[in-house]
């Protein structure tokens, strides 16, 4: 299975950023590990687990998604990250 890589430009601090998609994260009953550079985050939906990574540079968030579902497209994670996140 491929990785899905999506790369959003920060509008304002990444730690504004990043603390949205922790908060999003851990209240899905996952878990967010990493600082204000890079880090792994995991993910259990119905029972299938979404894994992957994040660095931060000075204008873009870029996230790669490792594990998904088989039937989740990589748009609509992207999706729900844009809505999350921005």
Not at 27 to 48: A, H, V
Request: glycine residues 10%.
């Amino acid at each position: 299975m491929s990785a899905c890589n999506f790369s959003f430009p920060l509008s304002g601090p990444s730690e504004t950023i990043l603390e949205k998609a922790k908060t999003t994260i851990v209240n899905q009953g996952g878990t967010f590990n990493g600082d204000g550079t890079s880090g792994n985050f995991d993910l259990s939906i119905f029972g299938n687990s979404i894994t992957g990574t994040y660095a931060v540079d000075a204008t873009n968030l870029d996230i790669v998604i490792q594990e998904k579902p088989f039937l989740i497209p990589c748009s609509a994670i992207e999706s729900f990250l844009k809505k999350q996140l921005t």
